[in-house]
C-alpha cells in the first residue's frame, strides 16, 4: 500500500509538548484510524524570532527528540516535525497520507486562532474533518462569567467562581499514554536541524520543575523572596505543556490556595485575551490612552541591561538576560519601574520580555504589563508605584538574590537613572494629566 492510500488520523502538538494526559491525542487514540503525531515548525512564528540562539526552539527541538523516542519505544511509530507554513505544511501531509481526521487542542491567541480557522477550511476541502479540545486551560472562553452572560474584568470574583464550578466539575484526566499502541506503524521520520531551519543550539537550562508538598505548603511565605528557591519554576512546563494543566491544579488544591490562585490568573488572563483580543495592542482601559510616553531610547537600553542604578531591577533585568527566567516579584518590580520611573510605553517592555522569557505566554505577559502599567483589567491604581529600594531591603534583605546577579555588590552601584522621588511625582502628575482629558 502507498502512504498515500492509507487512511489515518493526525494529532497535530502545538502548545501540548507532551503524549501523557493529552485532550486531543486521547481522542485521536479512540478514532477508527491509525494516528499519526505530527509538529510543525510554523516560519510564521520562526522568522519572527531575531534571536537564533532562542532558548525556546531549543527546547522545543529538543522536546520533540523526547516525544519520538517514546513514540518508537511505546507505540513503534515516530514524530512527524514539518517545516514550513501550517497551511503548506498540512497541503504536503494530506499529499503524503489519506488524511481523514485531524485532532489538535484549543489554542486562544488571534494568530493561533485565524490558523486554525485556516486550515479547517482547507482539511473540509480535501474531506478531512478537524476536530479541537480544550487542554491547556481547566475553563475557557465563555465557560466562566458572570450571572448576566458578561465577562469578568476582575479577578477576585473570576477566581470565586472558577472555585465553584470546579467543585461541581471535578477534573477528568484523558489517559493518552496507554493508548500509544494505537499509532501509525512507521520507520522514525528525520526531525529537521535547528541549522537547516537557521538556528542554532543552546541549552536552555530550564529549571527543573518543583512539586514537593513541603515547597507548595510554604509557598505562600516564600514566593515573595527571589533570594531562595520558593517557587515551582512550572511557567515553561505550562507555555509548552509540557506538564498538564489538570495534573498541576489536582496538586495544587491539596497542597496550596495561593499557588492555585496564580495558575487562575494564567486562566482569568487567557479569558481576556480571547474576549478583548484588542489587549495584544492597545491598552484594556481606553481611559489610559493619552498618557503621554517619554520613551526615551537610551534609558530603555539601560534597563534592558540591568544598568538602572537600582539594585533589584538591574539583578532581575540581568537574571532575565542570562536564564530567559526572572522571579515573579521582581517582575513586578521591573516593570513598574520601566512604566511608572521612567514613563516608557508597557508595549516595549512587554516586548522586550517576550523575546526573552522562556516562559513567555502571550496573555499572562500581556496582562501582567497592563497590570503593572495600571492600563489593564483589575490593574494595581496608578498611584501605586513601587519604590525599588525599599521592595529590596523587604524581599532580599540579605542580599542573596541581588549579589547572585550583580557579582560583588556591596551596597553601591551605578548612579540612579533617575531619583525616585521625582520620578514618582513626574508619573503621578502624567497619569492625572491623561484622566483628566478622559473627563
Known sequence: MNLSD??????????????????????????????????????????????????????????????????QREGGSSLLCLY???????????????????????????YAIERDKEIEALLRERGANFYTFKDQVIFEKSEVLKSNGEPYTVFTPYSRMWKQKLAIHPIKLYPSEALLSKCLKHAPFPVPSLKDMGFEYINPQVPAVRLAAELLASYADDRNTPGIEGTSYAGVYLRFGTLSIRRLVTIATKHSEVWLNELIWREFFMMILYHFPKVVTQNFNSKYNSIQWRNNEQEFERWCRGETGYALVDAGMRQLNATGWMHNRVRMVVASFLTKHLLIDWRW???????????????????????????????????????????????????????????????????????????????????????????
Open 349 to 439: 517592555g512587554e516586548a522586550y520580555f517576550g523575546s526573552k522569557l522562556l516562559d513567555y505566554e502571550l496573555s499572562s505577559n500581556n496582562g501582567n504589563w497592563q497590570w503593572a502599567a495600571s492600563c489593564g483589567c483589575d490593574a494595581a491604581p496608578y498611584y501605586r508605584i513601587f519604590n525599588p529600594a525599599l521592595q529590596a531591603k523587604k524581599f532580599d534583605p540579605e542580599l542573596r538574590y541581588i549579589k547572585r546577579w550583580i557579582p560583588g555588590y556591596s551596597g553601591a552601584c551605578l548612579p540612579p537613572l533617575v531619583d525616585h522621588d521625582f520620578a514618582r511625582k513626574r508619573a503621578l502628575e502624567t497619569y492625572k494629566k491623561a484622566l483628566s482629558e478622559v473627563g
Open 6 to 71: 492509507q487512511e489515518i488520523a493526525v494529532c497535530w502538538l502545538r502548545r501540548d509538548l507532551r503524549l501523557d494526559d493529552n485532550t486531543a491525542l486521547y481522542h485521536a487514540l479512540r478514532s477508527n484510524f491509525p494516528v499519526l503525531v505530527c509538529f510543525v515548525f510554523d516560519t510564521e512564528i520562526l522568522s519572527l524570532l531575531p534571536d537564533k540562539k532562542d532558548k525556546r526552539v531549543s527546547y522545543i527541538h529538543h522536546t520533540l527528540h523526547t516525544l519520538d523516542a517514546m513514540l
Open 84 to 110: 514550513g507554513t501550517p497551511a503548506d505544511s498540512f497541503k504536503r501531509l494530506c499529499e503524503l497520507f489519506h488524511v481523514k481526521e485531524v485532532y489538535a487542542n484549543h489554542d486562544y491567541e488571534p
